[in-house]
């Protein structure tokens, strides 16, 4: 009898979720082929370089952070870093941070040294209770890793397991990562050094749960990495991984809509923007997952073959675009002409008004007037981003996502010197402050803005600032730059609002709450009936209990918006999830849950056995398992009583 043939695959986009699902299902034995719109792989995580490529620059991320998750797909795909000529290097220290005052703050994974930087602020109690805060965010990482970032919540249902009840409580996700560190740290300087990490989550501090704490571990505990040659180079190691294995990419191919069956029941393949149409067993989509639902999953004006249609439009797009977004940045690139010994690789200036300067992101969307930024000196821990005795120079500020303000709101005055900032800015007439109207705490990233103004008040700002903290004048320096604004993001990348992390982390928008990782089917008598809150999303898992398949068959998505979430190693788990997820559907084994692990209890004895006494569990665990009861409880009604209405 002939062999069966091979499954096959399409995946939209090339980020770091569509490589390595790329190159999980061609180790599973799929036919791959991914489409990427742009003619570079990586996404966001991509790299930029001068004119002359003697300067690179990481477009997007530029630390990395949860290690272990690297590792474990570079294992389960039968390889390693180092097999793929992957270089970490430890970035020491983490960071420096720069107060209004002129105080600094040292970070690292160097306990001496964390417990001198400590002990300076808050004496040695402050110390003890550091340990303390090590201790609760360890339990955070641990958990979450295990019980969320690798396993699916795919329904309500999926919230039920034991494992996670009796840890809902341990996580605190009801109390603010702000609350939580206050707890341990009684100066406001140290406060504000232990909660700044939630900007990598796109929140602010004051809203993000205390569950992310993890990330200051993982920097704490296991330290902060970067990859030799930019953060590109553990994509271009997937992508290297996944071709071997026999993955096609296609690059500068955009994909025009999603092909489902008629009726929305399950998808087909896709249509291209020249008219071709590609055919597969399963569809993953890795562009921005509410331009997905919005555009691609939108009806065409003609279809190609009468028996596909494209799904219609549905509400469900609609709330999704409605759900809280993460902030937007601007991005300012510059190549130096010497080297800046007063920075690290990577510096942290916080806002005097640190509170205010988050409200102003992420509650009102505006570009604040005083902006707490990260500046990223790639070339301090790998000379080759720049040339010999040069920096590379990034400076993100987070702002908030686009707005759609009408024409002609919250423009900014100005001359015409200020519209087109030049390879060497130097002068500009005033910066955000300036410009703000006096009663609004900085400057709308609309639709509408002009940009290049808006470009030249943000780099005043921030040269103003490095300069006054540091006593460095950066101005005269840069030889280069490149810049990237809310309107770059979306229309590079098709983000939604400019939202560089995608959709927000609050409670109500992770876990079974965040788009699953299957592509939901439309249900026309809930969808958009309830708008895009808190009460939309309950909803519409409460109905989804009930229907009998919720889901468009043979389509997935993966990347920051659907679960687990945001950030390089979380799409790198979500891509992980995907991949087991087709498999399962399929029928078909997954490769990697063979490979024998290392470290495990099997073949312990004597002095190594482990012998955890049971009483150890914390109180907190069983009043989490008490809560969560309640919650089911009440989930159950609400879903009668909608059920009957």
Known sequence: ?????????????????????????????????????????????????????????????????????????????????????????????????????????????????????????????????????????????????????????????????????????????????????????????????????????????????????????????????????????????????????????????????????????????????????????????????????????????????????????????????????????????WALDRRVPQLEAHNIFLADQYKESFDSIFKKHLIPDEPSFYVNVPSRVDPSAAPEDKDSVVVLVPVGHLLDAPAGEGAIPTSPAQTTPTASPTTTNGDIKSKSPPTQPGLPPSQTQDWPAMLALARQTILSTIKTRTNLDLAPLILHETTNTPQTWKTKFNLDRGAILGLSHSFFNVLAFRPSTRARKANEWVDGKFGGGVLGRVVELVTDLGRGEPAVKGLYMVGASAHPGTGVPICLAGGKLVAEQILGDLGLGVPWRERVEVGGEEGKGGLDRVDRPGWLDSWEQWVGIVVAFAVVVWTCMLWFLVGFR
């Open 1 to 333: 009898m002939p062999a069966s043939p091979r499954p096959t695959a399409l995946i939209i986009g090339a980020g770091i979720g569509g490589t390595s699902t790329a190159a999980r299902l061609a180790h599973a034995g799929f036919d791959v082929t991914v489409l990427e719109k742009n003619t570079f792989t990586g996404g966001r995580c991509s790299l930029l370089h001068s004119p002359d490529h003697a300067y690179r620059f990481d477009q997007g991320p530029s630390l990395l952070l949860l290690p272990r998750l690297f590792h474990q797909t570079f294992a389960d795909l039968g390889t390693s870093l180092v097999a793929e000529g992957v270089e970490l290097r430890k970035c020491e220290p983490n960071y420096r941070v720069h107060f209004g005052d002129g105080e600094v703050f040292t970070l690292s994974s160097d306990v001496a040294l964390m417990k001198r930087e400590v002990e300076r602020w808050e004496g040695k109690e402050g110390f003890e209770r550091y340990l303390g805060f090590l201790a609760e965010s360890g339990r955070h990482y641990e958990i979450s890793v295990e019980q969320v970032l690798l396993r699916n919540f795919e329904s309500l249902r999926a919230m039920l397991r034991w494992e996670f009840l009796k840890s809902v409580l341990v996580l605190h996700p009801f109390e603010s990562i702000w609350t939580r560190a206050s707890k341990y740290f009684w100066t406001e300087r140290l406060r504000r050094v232990f909660t700044f990490g939630s900007m990598y989550m796109g929140m602010s501090p004051f809203d993000a749960p205390g569950t992310y704490s993890l990330l200051q571990y993982t920097e704490l505990a296991e330290g902060v990495w970067y990859p030799v040659g930019g953060f590109h180079r553990v994509v271009q190691a997937l992508v290297e991984v996944g071709e071997r294995k026999g993955v096609v990419y296609r690059l500068g191919t955009e994909v025009k809509r999603i092909v489902v069956e008629e009726g929305g029941a399950r998808a087909v393949g896709v249509e291209l923007e020249g008219g071709e149409v590609l055919k597969a067993d399963v569809v993953v989509n890795n562009s921005d997952l509410v331009y997905a639902y919005t555009s691609l999953l939108a009806p065409a004006s003609s279809s190609p073959e009468p028996k596909l249609v494209p799904q219609p439009p549905t509400p469900y797009a609609a709330s999704l675009q409605q759900r809280p977004a993460s902030c937007s940045s601007i991005s300012f690139y």
